[in-house]
C-alpha cells in the first residue's frame, strides 16, 4: 500500500516507534555444535521454529512505515491465519483461508509459497485498490491450508567486532539448520495448499 490520509494502516505495518535495538553476537550453543547468532541479552522467546527472530514493539505507534512490515504481526498473521490488513480472521465459513498472491509469490505451479500474509475477503478490494502492484499482477485465492516453511532474513557472520551483517533479506528452509544458525529472521513464509482462484 501506498500512504494516502484516506487509507487505513495495514495491520502488518510497521511503526517507528515500535523499532528496538538490535544487538546481536556470536556465542557458543551446544546444540547448533558451535556458534550461534544471538542476542546480547538473550531469552528463550527468541528463538522459534529453529531461528532467532527479529524484535520489535507493537506499540502502533509514532508514524507508519509504510514499506516496511512489523516481524511480530506478520508471523501472528500467518500462524493464525489473520488478515494483514484489519488483523481478524481470514478464514470463511468454508474453513479456507483468503489470499492474494501475485507472480512473486511462488504459486504459479498450484502449491506455492508466500511471506505476504492472508487477507480477508472483506478487505481484498482495498487492498487491491490501494496498492500498485496489486492493481497490476494479484489474483485471488483461497487455500486449504498453510505451514511454515522458510524465513526471509539477514543472515550474519562471525568477524571482527562481532557479528557482521553479510545480506540482507535472503529465503532460508527451516531445515537450512547450519544457516539458521546466522540468521535473524525477518519475515515467516508459508507453504499453502490447496490453492484455489477465487472471484470475488
Request: net charge negative; hydrophobic share 40%; aromatic share 8%.
Amino acid at each position: 500500500m501506498t500512504a494516502s490520509t484516506t487509507l487505513r494502516v495495514p495491520y502488518i505495518t510497521a511503526w517507528s516507534d515500535e523499532a528496538v535495538p538490535q544487538n546481536l553476537a556470536f556465542r557458543y550453543h551446544v546444540e547448533a555444535g558451535g556458534l550461534r547468532l544471538t542476542y546480547t541479552d538473550p531469552h528463550d522467546s527468541d528463538w522459534v521454529y529453529g531461528v532467532l527472530r527479529a524484535r520489535q514493539g507493537l506499540s502502533q505507534r509514532g508514524r507508519p512505515e509504510w514499506r516496511l512490515v512489523n516481524t511480530l504481526r506478520q508471523w501472528r498473521c500467518m500462524e493464525h491465519s489473520l488478515c494483514q490488513v484489519c488483523g481478524q480472521t481470514a478464514v470463511d465459513e468454508r474453513e479456507r483461508i483468503w489470499w492474494v498472491l501475485t507472480d512473486t509469490d511462488g504459486t504459479s505451479m498450484g502449491d506455492g509459497y508466500t511471506n505476504a500474509p492472508p487477507t480477508c475477503c472483506a478487505c481484498i478490494p482495498e487492498a487491491i485498490a490501494s496498492c500498485p502492484r496489486l492493481r497490476t499482477s494479484a489474483a485471488v485465492y483461497t487455500a486449504g491450508g498453510s505451514a511454515p516453511f522458510a524465513v526471509l532474513a539477514h543472515e550474519f557472520a562471525f568477524g571482527t567486532g562481532g557479528a557482521v551483517l553479510v545480506e540482507r533479506n535472503v529465503l532460508i528452509d527451516l531445515d537450512e539448520f547450519r544457516r539458521l544458525n546466522g540468521a535473524l529472521a525477518q519475515q515467516l513464509v508459508v507453504t499453502l495448499s490447496d490453492l484455489r482462484r477465487e472471484d470475488l
